[in-house]
């Protein structure tokens, strides 16, 4: 059995959103008898298992987010990769793909003690550690980004 050597550690606020089109029919069932309805019965599976989105927050002001491995803190890692995604040109009405006029059953959840622990079986290599950002639109029209981090590439 491989011996655990290092502990990569990921701590902050999270967001997760998912959403599904509804018929009219099914709309009109949700908007009258919410969770007691047939529609919300049939999607509740789908509308909560597999987000569409999941990952950590940050604003334009700074990343909602802190990594360790052990005892060593990776600030410089968090706030390297932050400058470069603002100065970085993200046109998000360049990638609208949400329909008007339809229907859909939002689900949104934020938390504030998101936490991800990865565990390496081998020497930390900092140069392995990939921090990116995933973008989605939600049915309102309004853009959600949140920050995916991954280890070994």
Not at 73 to 84: A, I, Q, R, T, Y
Request: charge should be negative; aromatic fraction near 12%; hydrophobic fraction near 35%.
């Amino acid at each position: 059995m491989e011996r655990i050597k290092y502990t990569l550690e990921v701590e902050g606020s999270m967001y997760e959103a998912n959403y599904l089109e509804v018929t009219d029919r099914q709309y009109k069932d949700l908007r009258a008898k919410g969770e007691r309805s047939k529609t919300w019965k049939k999607i509740e599976d789908r509308l909560l298992d597999d987000s569409l989105i999941n990952g950590f927050t940050f604003s334009p002001e700074h990343a909602h987010f802190d990594m360790s491995v052990g005892t060593e803190g990776l600030k410089s890692k968090v706030d390297e990769w932050f400058s470069e995604l603002m100065a970085s040109d993200i046109d998000p009405d360049a990638l609208r793909t949400i329909q008007p006029n339809k229907k859909w059953v939002v689900f949104e959840k934020w938390c504030d003690g998101g936490y991800l622990t990865m565990v390496l079986n081998e020497e930390f290599n900092p140069d392995r550690l990939e921090i990116s950002h995933e973008i989605i639109e939600m049915p309102n029209g309004r853009f959600r980004t949140v920050a995916e981090v991954t280890y070994g590439g």
